[in-house]
């Protein structure tokens, strides 16, 4: 096994249709040689960052909570699956939480100028974005996906692909969708094998 490829679950229902496409691509990615780990946000106990700034000084947050345990495998991984669905027009809560607490790496990064992440990483980290919503509107992907792009870039992964399904109050049930099932499997599929040519 060479790489491993964390998937991050946004959804609060671990057997729903995001966790589903989640699955399916963290397949791919085994499939292509990686191992894989699926965080669950829902099943952790963290805070909202409350802006202490302990991380402008050091690589880690004062705060001592279930995001300790997060930051040395977003730091390690070596490509980073996110599936999410929308909620309110935007990525839920608990995740955006866990993103704003990722603040640690931004000070790392942007202010003091020495990523947290190790130098032949940053070249080769990937980060795909799935993401469904119940309506089928043109802008409802938009704030996530800002969110998302700004979150990759903090971390020094690249905002690589992106699998946005639409309309699932219509569609209800992803396994009835083998196409959009096979979409998540291909996406993950090329994550892995970014790091297993
Ligand atoms: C609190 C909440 C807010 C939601 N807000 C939106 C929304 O703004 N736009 C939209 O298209 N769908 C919205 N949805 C619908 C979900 O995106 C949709 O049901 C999705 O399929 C849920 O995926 P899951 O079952 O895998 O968690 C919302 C659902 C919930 C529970």
Redesign the pocket.
């Known amino acids: 096994m060479a790489g491993t490829v964390i998937g991050i679950l946004g959804?609060?229902?671990p057997e729903?249709?995001?966790?589903?496409l989640l699955s399916q691509a963290l397949k791919g990615a085994a499939d292509a040689g990686c191992s894989t780990e699926t965080i669950l946000i829902n099943n952790l106990d963290y805070q909202p960052c409350m802006e202490m700034l302990f991380c402008k000084e050091h690589d880690t947050c004062i705060m001592d909570d279930d995001m300790q345990q997060l930051y040395g495998k977003i730091q390690h991984a070596d490509s980073v699956i996110v599936a999410t669905?929308?909620?309110?027009?935007?990525i839920?809560g608990k995740l955006k939480s866990f993103i704003d607490r990722c603040q640690i790496f931004y000070m790392a990064k942007y202010v003091r100028n020495e990523s947290l992440v190790a130098p032949e990483k940053r070249t080769v980290r990937r980060g795909l974005f799935i993401c469904?919503?119940?309506?089928?509107?043109p802008e409802?992907f938009v704030g996530s996906k800002l969110t998302m792009k700004a979150w990759f870039d903090i971390i020094d992964c690249q905002y690589s692909d992106e699998l946005l399904i639409?309309d699932?109050?219509t569609i209800l049930d992803i396994t009835t969708r083998k196409d959009l099932l096979d979409a998540a499997y291909a996406k993950g599929r090329a994550i892995g094998e970014n790091l297993n040519p």
């Open positions: 959804s609060p229902l729903g249709n995001t966790a589903k669905p929308v909620m309110t027009m935007g839920p469904i919503s119940g309506m089928k509107i409802v639409n699932m109050d």
